[in-house]
T-cell receptor, first 117, second 114 residues
Framework: NAGVTQTPKFRILKIGQSMTLQCTQD?????MYWYRQDPGMGLKLIYY???????DKGEVPNGYNVSRSTTEDFPLRLELAAPSQTSVYFC????????????????FGPGTRLTVT | AQSVTQLGSHVSVSEGALVLLRCNYS??????LFWYVQYPNQGLQLLLK??????LVKGINGFEAEFKKSETSFHLTKPSAHMSDAAEYFC????????????FGQGTELSVKP
């Protein structure tokens, strides 16, 4: 099992450019998440998905879009990049079964470090 | 709404000393609580979790945490620090009605002095 993989590892964007951060998991998890991590701020949820075709906003969704066409993939799209989007982005996944066997722990990818200049 | 507060953004201990990282939570329903560790330039790795079973939870690398409902706390401890414990530690909270979403604290950076 590779777990959660993210590409690219690093990227520098110019203001106004767009890009897609890729995330794939091979654990057959139904839930997937995108976070951004800024120094001293912990992790903030951008978007999440409870299954293929279903996505919802998290705490800081502005400037981002997501889609989930398969169980394995959950790409994050940045349109019109801004300096405020300079951050480290983490994708995570988890499996939520029924209430008698909750999992809830999330498995994280290695992150993508994005700089917008 | 749920929230997590980690007391101290930076903690420094000597090698062999006790490690104590503090986490307090706020939740109107029974919480699920987690500690994650992040080594430099890496993703987060689960250390341990509390999901309403035993209140004293043992995790990897000799860490443990105790859920204290009366104090709304879930502090992380390790009896003897090792140089390899230097990392950033995050406390997080969720619950059965949050759809698996985690709320993270701000993180505590642990330094270990030789």
């Amino acid at each position: 099992n590779a777990g959660v993989t993210q590409t690219p590892k690093f990227r520098i964007l110019k203001i106004g450019q767009s890009m897609t951060l890729q995330c794939t998991q091979d654990m057959n998890h139904n839930y997937m998440y995108w976070y951004r991590q800024d120094p001293g701020m912990g992790l903030k949820l951008i978007y999440y998905s409870v299954g293929a075709g279903i996505t919802d906003k998290g705490e800081v969704p502005n400037g981002y879009n997501v889609s989930r066409s398969t169980t394995e993939d959950f790409p994050l799209r940045l349109e019109l990049a801004a300096p405020s989007q300079t951050s480290v982005y983490f994708c995570a996944s988890s499996y939520l079964g029924d209430s008698s066997t909750p999992a809830y722990e999330q498995y994280f990818g290695p992150g993508t470090r994005l700089t917008v200049t | 709404a749920q929230s997590v507060t980690q007391l101290g953004s930076h903690v420094s201990v000597s090698e062999g000393a006790l490690v104590l990282l503090r986490c307090n939570y706020s939740s109107s329903v029974p919480p699920y609580l987690f500690w994650y560790v992040q080594y430099p330039n890496q993703g987060l790795q689960l250390l341990l979790k509390y999901t309403s079973a035993a209140t004293l939870v043992k995790g990897i690398n000799g860490f443990e945490a105790e859920f204290k409902k009366s104090e709304t706390s879930f502090h992380l401890t390790k009896p003897s620090a090792h140089m390899s414990d230097a990392a950033e530690y995050f406390c997080a909270v969720s619950s059965y009605n949050q759809g698996g979403k985690l709320i993270f604290g701000q993180g505590t950076e642990l330094s270990v002095k030789p």
